[in-house]
């Protein structure tokens, strides 16, 4: 147990929680952030149901989001996740860059809004850093 005048060293981690359905691009987000930032601790779920249980036990400092899930959108994802804890910042990475979902992750809460073809590694490199140094979490 973790006292507050004494958090433990996974409490001072900087975490991260990938949901996305694609197994290829899961593991490529994966295996990027980890080598840009191998302290970050990263989490996966592949769904809604999955997110919700990982947000419980990992109580992610970012999240990436992909919009198309099994089941639940990521957007209504974020808008859940936002309403339960709102200082988790939420990027948005879809395939799928039309004016509607731009439009949709904002109104979702969601804090950035990145496309899987057109964002290069180092821009999510650049991102992350950025919300790390806003949370005061470094990584």
């Not at 089941?71 to 879809?94: A, F, N, V």
């Not at 290069?120 to 991102?127: C, N, P």
Request: aromatic share 8%.
């Amino acid at each position: 147990m973790a006292y507050p005048n004494n958090p433990s060293k996974e409490t001072k981690k900087f975490k991260t929680l990938l949901v996305e359905d694609s197994i290829p691009f899961r593991q490529l987000l994966k295996e990027n952030l980890h080598d840009r930032f191998p302290s970050m601790l990263l989490e996966e779920a592949g769904d809604g149901i999955e997110a919700m249980q990982k947000l419980d036990s990992v109580c992610p400092d970012l999240i990436f989001m992909d919009i198309r899930l099994p089941g639940e959108s990521g957007l209504e994802l974020t808008k859940k996740i936002k309403s339960q804890c709102p200082d988790i910042k939420i990027i948005i990475m879809t395939s799928y860059d039309l004016p509607e979902y731009r439009e949709g992750a904002k109104k979702a809460g969601a804090n950035y809004f990145l496309t899987k073809d057109k964002t290069s590694w180092e821009e999510v490199a650049k991102l992350v850093n950025s919300i790390s140094a806003e949370i005061g979490k470094p990584i």
